[in-house]
C-alpha cells in the first residue's frame, strides 16, 4: 500500500515512526559498540555492533523494503558486500559471470576467488546460449551486472534467471548503475542483488558502501554470517550518510535522467568528432528491447568513442565544471577515461578484447544546468582537436 518515494523518504520509520523517546524524525547514530543486557538470561536483540547495530538495522531493513526483499545487509564497501556474496561458495564451485564486469569484481575473482579453488567461467550475458553452454554440474551460480560498464548494454534478468532455475543455480545481479528505482532485480527472479551504495544510493560522493538483498532464507544467513564473521559492516555514521542519500534517490535520480538525455542530444550533434555513443536504448540490437522491457529508466552514465583526430586526454583534462575523476552516480558531474582509470585493473589484452580504448570516455551526468555541462563539454572539444 505504501508508494516508492514514501518508502524513500521514511524506511523503517513506516512501522515505527519514533525510534526513540525524542521524535527526532531522522534515526540517531547508535555510536555504541556494545549493549547493556537487562537480564544474563534475557533475549537482547542487540549486543555487539558487528552483529547489529540500530542505525545499520534500519538501513538494512529500508534496502529490503525498497527491493521487495525479505533481507538487506550493508557493508562497509561495495567491493565488501561483492566479496560477502562470494563467501557463500566454496572450493570446486564453478560460476558462470559476465565479461563485463567491474574491474575490481574482476580483480577479486582473478586474484583471489580463483585461488581457493572456485571457478569461474566469463561469458557475454546478453548471449543467452552462451550461459546456458556455460553452466556444468558443479555450477552454482551466474553472475552480472545488468547494466554493462563501459558500454552500457543491458543483460535480461528475466531470461538469465529462467535458465537458472531450470539448472538449480542462483542468479546474482550487481544493480549499481540501476538502483532498486530503475530495477526490482528481485521481482525479475534474481536470487540475490548488490549495490555499491557508493553510488547513486550514496549520490553525493561522500560515503563508501554497498548493500546486499536476497528473499532466500538460506543465503540471508549465510551472507549474515559472513557480515557478522568476517565483520565488514557499514559504520553507523556512513548508514546515515547512505539513509541520508536515499530520501532523495528518485528525485535525483529523474533529474540525472532529464540531464543525461541534454546531453545525449548534443552529442548526437558531434558525429564529426564522437564514433560511437553507448547508453541504454542505443546499441541497435536486443538489448535495447530488454532495456525497455525491464529498465524504469537508463539512468546518468553515457559512454563514448572520440574519433582518433580527437585528443582524449586533452579532451577530459580540459574539462573545467567536470571533474576529472572515477565513480558515478553522484551530484556532480564525472568524466573519465576508462583505459587509464577504471578499467585500468584489467590486462591490457582484456581490455582490447572488450573494446576498452583510449578513446573512449566515461560520462556520470551530474544535477548541473545541462547547458553548462554542454558549454564545458563544448570547450573541451574545441582545445582537444589534435
Ligand atoms: C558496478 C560496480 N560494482 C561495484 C563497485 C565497487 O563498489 P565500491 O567502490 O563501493 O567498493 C563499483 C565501483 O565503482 C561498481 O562500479
Given amino acids: 500500500m505504501t508508494g516508492f518515494n514514501t518508502k524513500l523518504v521514511f524506511g523503517k520509520g513506516l512501522n515505527n515512526l519514533h525510534d526513540n523517546d525524542t521524535g527526532a524524525v531522522n534515526v540517531p547514530i ?54 560477502a556474496v562470494f563467501t557463500i561458495f566454496r572450493p570446486g564451485d564453478h560460476i558462470v559471470v559476465s565479461k563485463n564486469i567491474y574491474g575490481g569484481t574482476f580483480r577479486l575473482i582473478n586474484d583471489y576467488l580463483k585461488q581457493l579453488g572456485i571457478e569461474f567461467t566469463q561469458v557475454d550475458t546478453q548471449n543467452l546460449a552462451e550461459v546456458e553452454a556455460a553452466i556444468k554440474p558443479n555450477t552454482k551460480a551466474i553472475y552480472f551486472e545488468t547494466i554493462d560498464n563501459p558500454f552500457m548494454k543491458v543483460t535480461s534478468v528475466k531470461a538469465v534467471s529462467e535458465i537458472a532455475k531450470r539448472h538449480n543455480v542462483l542468479t546474482i545481479i550487481d544493480n549499481t548503475f540501476l538502483t532498486p528505482y530503475l530495477q526490482k532485480a528481485l521481482n525479475l527472479g534474481a536470487d ?51 539513509i541520508r542519500g536515499i530520501k532523495t534517490l528518485s528525485v535525483r535520480l529523474d533529474r540525472h535522467i532529464q540531464n543525461a538525455q541534454k546531453v545525449l542530444e548534443y552529442l548526437d550533434t558531434k558525429g564529426s568528432d564522437i564514433e560511437k555513443i553507448y547508453y541504454p536504448g542505443r546499441a541497435g540490437n536486443a538489448s535495447d528491447e530488454v532495456a525497455k522491457k525491464e529498465l524504469n529508466g537508463y539512468g546518468g552514465v553515457i559512454t563514448f568513442q572520440l574519433k582518433d583526430h580527437v585528443d582524449a586526454k586533452k579532451f577530459v583534462n580540459s574539462c573545467q565544471l567536470i571533474w576529472l575523476a572515477v565513480s558515478l552516480g553522484s551530484v556532480e558531474s564525472l568524466i573519465e577515461l576508462p583505459y587509464f582509470m577504471t578499467h585500468a585493473e584489467l590486462p591490457v589484452e582484456e581490455r582490447q578484447k572488450v573494446g576498452i580504448t583510449p578513446q573512449l570516455v566515461r560520462l556520470s551526468v551530474g544535477l548541473e544546468d545541462p547547458e553548462d555541462l554542454i558549454a564545458d563539454l563544448e570547450q573541451a572539444f574545441v582545445k582537444a582537436e589534435k
Avoid: W
Avoid at 555510536?31 to 549486543?47: E, L
Avoid at 555487539?48 to 542505525?55: A, E, G
Fill in 192 to 242: 540475490i542483488v548488490i549495490h555499491s551504495a557508493t553510488k547513486y544510493l550514496g549520490g553525493h560522493s561522500d560515503v563508501i558502501a554497498g548493500l546486499v538483498v536476497t528473499n532466500n532464507d538460506e543465503v540471508g544467513e549465510q551472507i549474515y554470517f559472513s557480515q557478522n564473521a568476517v565483520g565488514g559492516i557499514l559504520a553507523p555514521e556512513d548508514c546515515i550518510l547512505v
Fill in 30 to 83: 547508535y555510536q555504541s559498540t556494545t549493549y547493556a543486557f537487562k537480564d544474563i538470561d534475557g533475549d537482547n536483540k542487540y549486543d555487539y555492533s558487528r552483529s547489529l547495530n540500530p542505525t545499520r538495522e534500519y538501513l538494512e531493513t529500508q534496502i529490503a523494503a525498497l527491493e521487495d526483499a525479505k533481507y538487506g545487509y550493508a557493508f562497509a564497501s561495495g567491493s565488501a558486500a561483492i566479496h
